[in-house]
């Protein structure tokens, strides 16, 4: 770096006079001049969306100008970067994060008050992003939020999904998907660089006319850190047709059909695939993953070699964390780079990429893992299919020397699986050969057969989630709370302060604030429900939540099952008795893959239950259920402030974390749950005493697998299954199937567990009749919530993992 180079960039951080303005008539004056230039309203008359896209656009002036300052740090300072490879990001909303992590809530809200607008009400306006499924992408979220706060030189990078997770319609208790074409109304938070473009080739020498000529479009959305001036980039690429795409067409003449191909180009980012765990065989799905392997990977080359011409450097200057496999064809891509077209030497090239991939493994649940029909992969890619048998045969060579000719294992740990009809890619073996692995959860029966060999590789991280967005941002009064009892705001970025609470926790006075917090909250919640369902709840009610995707292993028919357990001794009880019941609201959400038929009959039980129970007069507020449809990171932030009670059920041993629960902890509700992933260290960190843990534990389930399904079974349960298989909440031949599987097989346990799941509910009644205990337990959730935070986790990573140093923009 030159000294004339050097001493410009100095100047240049020096003129702080240019950065605009936080005052309220600063920010009125912006707003104002957004909604007159870029909105092209009038000044004088224009409505909460357009007041919502004024106001977007003036904290969009402000992350920017941060934002370019913190990339021009960055080069300037060239620090080893880690780059995040990630299919899937679930942001939510944008608005109220960015103002937070700016530190202009307030100037916001007053600047908007004098315009005669409410700062909550434009926040509504804002649809969610919602590029990924559940939590492995709330996951990315969540740790993209703590890159940026704790100064790392990070670059997440993703897919611009045209239509992001499908909307959940609820018709008749049936869920119906519809498109969620979340651009509809234009996107504030992202810059289109439309000279950020790097062509992606299919096919290899073929010649193909659709898919020929893509090319990726940069959309670079700035993140802003809390606490610091660093602004990171998050880089999502859109397909568009390359210039050069079928000229032959044009040039014969076929002007209409050369354009209509031209668009087929952008399909392959156009849409995002719902979580069916099953995309083996989908050939979008495969073009998707490569399309964003290489647009990233040639974009980090790019920026490498702009400071760096010798590539035995690049492990010192960058690490790329594959978030689950669907990134993993970068591992052959950065093979095909260095050795094609750097003409590096085979195993000078796989010394390197082994230095600088890492991956992380989200799931214990078999299906999840990801396979390509080798056929498919040959037409796709060939180049890459022959280094994938390359590294492969590298490897089993090498295996071969560890294990002998053990035939079985060699060909379960080999990357590619032949089996009676299919030559199938095995992801996961991939990025489990060589690279180092972190796994959020247990092993599954895949990794133990590579951590026997290779434990060195294996790192465990507990996954943690963000404490600005679930508490600052979606719970503002527990926040002032918590600020005022601490005597600071410090926790924000230093969460582990949050175990000062614990000293008040028998404070009567801490207690009454708390209770007055959460009861607002719970409010606010019953407002939307009623909005929502026309469903009226007692604020008295405990408010019991389980909002996930629907999937059997979280087991929310054990949670059904359950309210019609209670349903029916309430029925069945004398009116003096009736007045002990602890009354309940049951509130359940989320989405079932469009093709998951059982999860899809879950979502309909619980509506049929629901209009039972709900239309019952001998219930009444003792107990009400309802389903919150087209759950998403929105609703999340405003259901989980109202909980008193949240369930995280699944079958022990199924769950790799879970990152809910900690978003539930970090806002003082009580966990029901299975010690099952995230809840064992949860009960760690605040005691088991103040959580209701129940079922089997992880080493009990094989031998409850055992057992004949007579041996299981339990008479509240049976009894329950019946009213459902009898008809008696209708739709008896349409719940056949789930009765049937809970009865025959029970792969689920649902049986075995739920007279312990019934003991854990009864004690969680008892201990809400003395306000005063569950307050203290409350509060010791929130105070015991430190280790559950992102920043927690990327730190580990960072150290541990990557290797990189916080680098942080000097204003
Ligand atoms: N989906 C959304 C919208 C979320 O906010 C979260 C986490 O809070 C999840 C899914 C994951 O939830 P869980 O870990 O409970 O499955
Ligand atoms: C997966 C796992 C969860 C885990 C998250 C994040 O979530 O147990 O907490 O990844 O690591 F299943 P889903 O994407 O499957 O919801």
Redesign the pocket.
Known sequence: ESAERRAKVERMFEMMDRFLKNDPISLQKDILNHVEYTVARSRFNFDDFEAYQGLSHSVRDRLIERWHDTQLYFKRKDPKRIYFLSLEY?MGRSLSNSIINLGIRDECAEALSQLGFEFEVLAEQEGDAALGN??LA?LSACQIDSLATMDYPAWGYGLRYQYGLFRQVILDGYQHEQPDYWLNFGNPWEIERVHVTYPVKFYGAVEEEDFNGVEAVAYDNPIPGYGTRNTITLRLWAAKPSDLHDMESYNTGDYINAVVNRQKAETISSVLYPDDRSYQGKELRLKQQYFFVSASIQDIIRRFKDSHDNFDVLPEKVALQLNDTHPSLAIAEVMRILVDEENFEWNRAWDIVCKIFSFTTHTVVSEGLEKIPIDLLGSLLPRHLEIIYEINFNFVEELKKRIGLDYDRLSRMSIIEEGAVKVLLKHHDLVNCYLLVVMVGTFDGDAVDFYELWPQKFQYKTNG?TQRRWIVVSNPSLCALISKWLGTEAWIRNVDLLTGLREHAADTNLQQEWKMVRKVNKMRLAEYIEAMSGVKVSLDAMFDVQI??IHEY?RQLLNILGIIHRYDCIKNMKESDRRKVVPRVCILGGKAAPGYEAAKKIIKLCHAVAEKINDDSDVGDLLKLVFIPD???SV?ELVIPGADLSQ?VSTAGLEAS????M?FLMNGCLLLATADGSTVEISEEIGAENMFLFGAKVHEVPALHEKEPDAKVNLQFARVVRMVRDGYFGFQDYFKSLCDEVEDNDFYLLGSDFGSYLEAQAAADKAFVDQEKWTRMSILSTAGSGRFSSDRTIEEYADKTWGIEPCRCPF
């Open positions: 679930l559940g939590g709330r989630v996930k995707r979280k759950y998403n990171v999340a995280h879970g990152t809910g629960s978003k």
